[in-house]
């Protein structure tokens, strides 16, 4: 079967590195056109520029900061001038905040769930009636198992990830019967350059790092996933070879999610 995006117009949010970028340049590579979005504006720049030499037009991106409603106003005003409408969103921009009860402030806890739930939300409240104009749609909400085996290491995330895969649940089930799908993608442990900044070199090599937080973790797999088996996902998730597939977490975790 040949999957591809051909025609179709996609919000990826996040695109300037990690997974956000990976599954931006799968969908390009795939025919569709792309808006995504960062906050760090000059970087994505950059990176549209370097994407602009090979697809053209089909790629463009703004400054946003998702956890803002006024700048998810802003992407959804852009991919309406620019593009027309939007077949595909992938809310994938994020960032986490570490600590557990005692810990975690209630500014954490608000910035963790405006850039994860409340983006999910508020892009998919806008998005809806763009994809239903259009005759259906594809909503991808990149999650976390940690949505349903939380974790004391990802406390916050647990917390909100469970609420995104609710809400997933929720947006499959209102719109299934109007050709608007729903789905998460449920990440186990995937190496992004977010990984950089966790590593200490006192400790050992990058790779080494690597290695010993898939034992920690415990996954069966022995290896932390690569961007691509992300992207891989996501292309699938996005296109109408998936037509039949609403409401469901899709986990990308070499096996690591120990329920059923
Ligand atoms: N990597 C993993 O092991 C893992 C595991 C579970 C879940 N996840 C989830 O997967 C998603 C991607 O993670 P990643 O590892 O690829 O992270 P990453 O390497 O840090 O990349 C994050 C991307 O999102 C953008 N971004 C971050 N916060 C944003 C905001 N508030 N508004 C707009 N753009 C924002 C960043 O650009 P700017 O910095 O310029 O904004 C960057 O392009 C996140 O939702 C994360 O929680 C990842």
Redesign the pocket.
């Known amino acids: 079967m040949d999957i591809n995006l051909k025609g179709k117009v996609a919000i990826v949010?996040?695109?300037?590195?990690?997974?956000?970028?990976c599954i931006t340049q799968t969908f390009l590579e795939a025919g569709a056109s792309v808006l995504t979005?960062?906050?760090?504006g000059a970087?994505?720049s950059a990176q549209i520029e370097h994407w602009r030499a090979s697809h053209g037009d089909r790629i463009a991106g703004i400054q946003?900061?998702?956890?803002q409603a006024e700048?998810i106003d802003r992407l959804l005003a852009e991919v309406r001038n620019r593009f027309g409408g939007v077949d595909v969103l992938v809310n994938?921009?994020?960032?986490?905040e570490s600590g557990t009860l005692a810990s975690l402030s209630d500014d954490q806890w608000h910035r963790e769930f405006d850039?994860?739930l409340m983006?999910m939300i508020r892009t998919a409240r806008a998005a809806v009636p763009l994809m239903l104009a259009r005759g259906g749609g594809s909503i991808i909400n990149?999650?976390?198992i940690?949505a349903r085996q939380p974790d004391m290491t990802f406390y916050a995330?647990s917390v909100v990830r469970a609420g995104c895969l609710a809400f997933t649940k929720l947006l499959a089930r209102e719109h299934a019967a109007q050709g608007v799908r729903a789905n998460a993608i449920g990440?186990?442990?995937?190496?992004?350059?977010?990984?950089e900044k966790w590593h200490d070199p006192a400790q050992g090599s990058y790779e080494a790092f690597l290695k010993s937080s898939a034992e920690f973790y415990r996954v069966p797999m022995g290896r932390?996933?690569r961007?691509q088996e992300v992207g891989n996902v996501a292309l699938f998730l996005a296109s109408d070879a998936a037509s039949y597939v609403t409401g469901t977490q899709l986990d990308v975790d070499g096996g690591m999610a120990a329920y059923l």
């Open positions: 949010t996040g695109g300037r590195q990690g997974i956000g970028h979005c960062a906050r760090d970087g994505l946003a900061d998702v956890g700048d994938n921009a994020a960032t986490s850039v994860k983006a990149i999650n976390a940690f995330s990440l186990g442990l995937v190496e992004t350059p977010a990984w932390v996933g961007m």
